[in-house]
């Protein structure tokens, strides 16, 4: 009972990650038709300023309220980051979908090459608070707390974003645009001022998966950002393309279907699963659990 | 003395994917009434209106002059036409079906312009009583009128309406029609319509398509009455020209 409460948190942990950098490639795609490869450089982007702040930044430091100044310079770093490759490269590539592409994978291979060039191509020790090295106790199981705040975070991102696109003109916007962009345009809204929106969040969510990927993982690498995108495809898929909640609901299937399968088989079956679950979706149900909506 | 149109269409040719859709398409829109444009399917009458209010498709180019009073609209961004008063009401009516009546209404809003709710539900009362019913779950004409309801939020200087009685019940159709009847009273219409009793009913000038060219300009009641000709352009037969 203990193994499976501790799969279960610990798989929910996961999933919280996969969630934070999916969500915002599904809104980019789903408004913009961007399949932004770049996108685990924001996550790589956040974590190391991360690191960095918390070791050279005045105010930031590895613990406490100097902790939370760390991951918010992070954050902005990666927001920032997520924005100027919205200005820069793919504002003028929003016709030409194999530019795109190239553009967006040459930046990710790019990006990783320049962090190992600065910092080194090994994992480096993640400066972190005490207690998200510890365990707290939950019904006998002892669940790290680095996981905990993973599922916090996610948990509050997911609201923040789903009360963003609910309440707010720019959600609406968003909203009808993962319907039909160009019925957006022709009721006079310039929609390029979305794209840069939903790049800004996506980039924030990914930078703060990258600062709390890296707490939970106790090391931050350059390579970080790449092997976790795969999963967020995946996540992004399954849910449907421009659903936040459906990614939601992708994450944690994907998160508690790789725990408990590398847990109870052998280690590394667990992705074969993921896999099998994303082509077992495109065959059954090829708009993913929630279509090309972004629901509120 | 010379009446100045509301919108000129000089030698327009719009090519997609390597198609000519359009080829050298010239005429005026007046700056009252309905103006209909007519052809058979795919002379490129909604290519024609699609190029006007800048939605040429990405694999397609467009090229010739489309003016505005002394404004030029081609490659003009589609937000900045529709800001300067081109209302564009798509074919297939294109609401957010995902999202309330009222949320489509409130995506057409304007920073900066009152939006003109009571004269959007003084035409359709039926918006303000399903305002919180998804516009997926309309009726095609319920949806038909969100679709305009949503255009006449702001002022326009020229509307243009791509076939809104398609797939309409008749008497859908009827009201459509009437609503168009009275929107035309304050704002010129381009209007592409295959249904000859609506065209009867609202067009005063008619610009005939065929091949991507045009065809014949004139007046629209002078057409519906000469049956041969409108035959001969437009493929129909006697009885559907007097009903």
Known sequence: MDAIILLTLTGLGLAALYFLVASGLSLVFGLADVLNFAHGLFLGVGA????????????????GFGFVVAVAFGVAAGTLMAVLVELVLIRPLYSRTIEQVLVTVGLSLA??????????ADARPFPRPEWTRQVTSILGAQVPNGGLLLIAAATLVLGAILAFLRWTRYG????????????????????RKAFTL???????????????????????????????????FIVVVI??????????YAAVAVGLLQQFVNYYGT????????????????????????GKVATA | MTVEPVLTVADLSVRIAGLHILQGVSFTVAPTGVTVLLGRNGVGKTTTLRAVVGLTPRNGEAHGTVRMGGQTLLAQPTHRLVRGGLGYVPEDRCVFAGLTVA????????????????????????????????????????????AIGRVLLNDNRLLLVDEPTKGLAPKVVTEVAEVLERVAESVPVLLVE?????????????????????????????????????????GVGSAEVHH
């Open chain 1, 48 to 63: 190391y300023a991360t690191w960095w702040a918390a070791g050279n930044l005045p105010g930031a430091g590895p613990d």
């Open chain 1, 111 to 120: 990006g990783v090459a320049l962090l190992q060039a600065t910092w080194g």
């Open chain 1, 172 to 191: 609406l916007i968003i909203r009808a645009g993962v319907e039909n962009r160009e019925m957006v345009t022709a009721l006079g809204i310039d929609v």
């Open chain 1, 198 to 232: 939903v790049f800004a969040i996506g980039g924030a969510a990914a930078a703060l998966a990258g600062a709390l990927g890296s707490v939970y993982f106790g090391t931050v690498s350059p390579q970080q950002g790449g092997s976790l995108l795969i999963f967020a």
């Open chain 1, 239 to 248: 849910g449907g393309m421009g659903s936040v909640v459906g990614s939601a």
């Open chain 1, 267 to 290: 280690s590394g079956l667990g992705d074969i699963c993921v896999v099998a679950l994303l082509a077992v979706v495109l065959l059954l149900r090829p708009q993913g659990i929630a």
């Open chain 2, 103 to 146: 949320e489509n209404l409130r995506l057409a809003e304007r920073r900066g312009s009152t939006p003109a709710y009571d004269r959007v539900f003084a035409l359709f009362p039926e918006l303000d009583r399903r305002a919180r019913q998804r516009a997926g779950s309309l009726s095609g004409g319920q949806q038909q009128m969100l």
């Open chain 2, 194 to 234: 295959q249904n000859l009793a609506v065209v009867r009913r609202l067009a005063r000038d008619a610009v005939v398509l065929a091949a991507g060219k045009v065809a014949w300009t004139g007046d629209a009641q002078e057409l519906l009455r000469e049956t041969e000709l409108t035959r001969s352009l437009l």
